[in-house]
């Protein structure tokens, strides 16, 4: 099927508003719950699930985004040890959450101690998911993130141009 530059735009344009963007930070409050941007709630409207992040921090995966995951993850090999490490990681350390009447998500007790989470919360959009860190380990990941150096040597390594 053949598109128009202008419908590839629009298409385009479609997908950047369904990314998740920005930086916001939040308060836990007295039962752990913790509001989600308005800009992302709507993408949460089905359920979301919470899982442990790489870095020290949890990922907020739309339904879609996780069983997409799931689904890659499923077609390796289970007699590979790192694929069983791979999907404790994921898995085991995952949670189903919804986002109830006015905005808000629980974080269950074993996910906010994988992130060394307390009051204060950082939420990063990062295009298909949300990560949700402690502001001081966010804050440390931060500074390797301003180091132009290194950045523009992550866009010739991965060979992203623009």
Known sequence: MWYSPASRLFVLKGKIEQMFLGQYRHN???????????RFR????????LTQGFDRN??????PAFEAIYQQVGQLSMTDPAV?????LLFANASLVEVDRIGRILLPQFL????????EV???GV???IEIWSPEVWELQDKVLKDSETNARRYTDLDVSI
């Open 28 to 38: 836990l409050d007295a039962k752990n719950r913790l509001t989600i941007p308005a």
């Open 42 to 49: 709507d993408q949460l409207a089905e359920g979301a699930y």
């Open 58 to 63: 949890l990922r907020l995966l739309t339904v």
């Open 84 to 88: 069983r490490e791979l999907r404790r």
């Open 112 to 119: 906010r101690t994988v992130a060394e989470l307390n009051t």
């Open 122 to 124: 950082v939420i990063v």
């Open 127 to 129: 295009g298909e998911e």
